[in-house]
């Protein structure tokens, strides 16, 4: 049975195994980045064994905090997570995730891998892990990080703050959102405590764009579909597109609040064309209504103003589910409101 973990439990279990392989979600974002390269840092620097799992979706802005942690076994530790014992590795791995809310998150194939600890801040967490450490209220993993890291007895370092900080301000919008709260800007400050250059971070991730990202930008404008009077825009962006515009994952990774910024939208739906016919749904909100929610209704999950879901299908499909969901939320606003 799925235990729910208090952080001296959780470090408690850190602290008696070894031999660590840290997964990431899939589409690998900041903050599971931050946190898997701070976990893997604070595990050696107790003298444990600890690699993060080289997840084939890692983007070249994420590669100076990953450096030097990348497992070099990673076909091994695919065989091992699935229980394929005559080609796994011989080391027997213990396997952690940050930043992971189900099963279906983790890398491609290691959707089997036996989790022994999730450290994750999603309510929609389904307890897939033995154990999980889970807190809703952080506004990222690295929050939960920062706090656990010490309780291993050791000391934030340069390198864990940077990987942190990255964490944190990415899963923000560099402390813009509304899931900002004053535990956010303490972990931050005791990352630039510990040294982390900040600066040059939020200009990496927050200030500097790409000219195929600014044509992104420039066509969404163009083709953005609103409805329920201009509370509702809906972006679509197709695999052609990606290629016409030499768009990478870097450019695209960010841009699902994209129709949030346009005055007066209160929904913003992003529809991707993804592998597999899949049709990728990112849904941010104002907190008048729940991404969630949303998302939910199309077997996907998320924080109350930023959630996603996949849907078979690809696009049209995508399309349909997500605003027979989004016109439901709205519904059930109104209820609520009257």
Not at 46 to 52: D, N, S
Not at 311 to 326: L, S, Y
Request: hydrophobic share 40%; charged share 20%.
């Amino acid at each position: 049975m799925t235990a729910l973990l208090r952080p001296q439990e959780a470090a408690a279990l850190l602290l008696a195994g070894n031999n660590y392989l840290i997964l990431s979600h899939r589409r690998p974002d900041g903050d599971t980045v931050g946190s898997c390269a701070a976990l893997c840092r604070a595990l050696r620097a107790m003298g444990k064994r600890a690699w993060v799992y080289a997840n084939p979706q890692f983007t070249p802005k994420y590669a100076p905090y990953l450096e030097g942690l990348i497992a070099p076994d990673g076909e091994a530790a695919s065989h091992a997570a699935s229980g394929d014992e005559e080609t796994a590795d011989a080391r027997a791995y213990t396997f952690l995730s940050c930043d992971v809310a189900s099963r279906s998150q983790l890398p491609f194939g290691m959707e089997n891998a036996e989790v022994r600890l999730s450290i994750d801040h999603h309510g929609t967490n389904d307890l897939f892990a033995d154990g999980t450490l889970v807190n809703p209220k952080a506004a990222a993993c690295g929050e939960l990080l920062t706090d656990l890291i010490p309780l291993l007895g050791v000391t934030l370092d340069r390198a864990m703050a940077e990987a942190l900080y990255v964490a944190i301000s990415t899963d923000t919008g560099c402390f813009r959102y509304s899931n900002v709260t004053a535990d956010t800007f303490r972990c931050a400050g005791r990352c630039v405590e510990a040294g982390a250059e900040i600066y040059p971070i939020n200009r990496r991730f927050f200030e500097t764009k790409s000219r195929p990202r600014l044509a992104l930008e420039a066509w969404l404008v163009e083709h953005m579909e609103y409805s329920a009077d201009g509370r509702v825009a809906l972006s679509v962006i197709e695999l052609a597109l990606m290629e016409r515009l030499g768009l990478t994952e870097d450019d695209v990774n960010d841009i699902a609040g994209f129709g949030r910024t346009i005055e007066g939208v209160e929904i913003a739906v992003m529809l991707r064309e993804v592998e597999n016919g899949m049709g990728k749904v990112s849904v941010r909100t104002s907190p008048a209504y729940s991404a969630a929610r949303i998302c939910a209704q199309l077997g996907g999950g998320g924080h109350p103003t930023a959630a996603g879901a996949s849907v078979p299908g690809g696009i049209p499909a995508a399309r349909k589910a997500a605003m027979d969901a989004v016109a439901k939320e709205i519904e059930l606003s109104c209820q609520t409101e009257s």
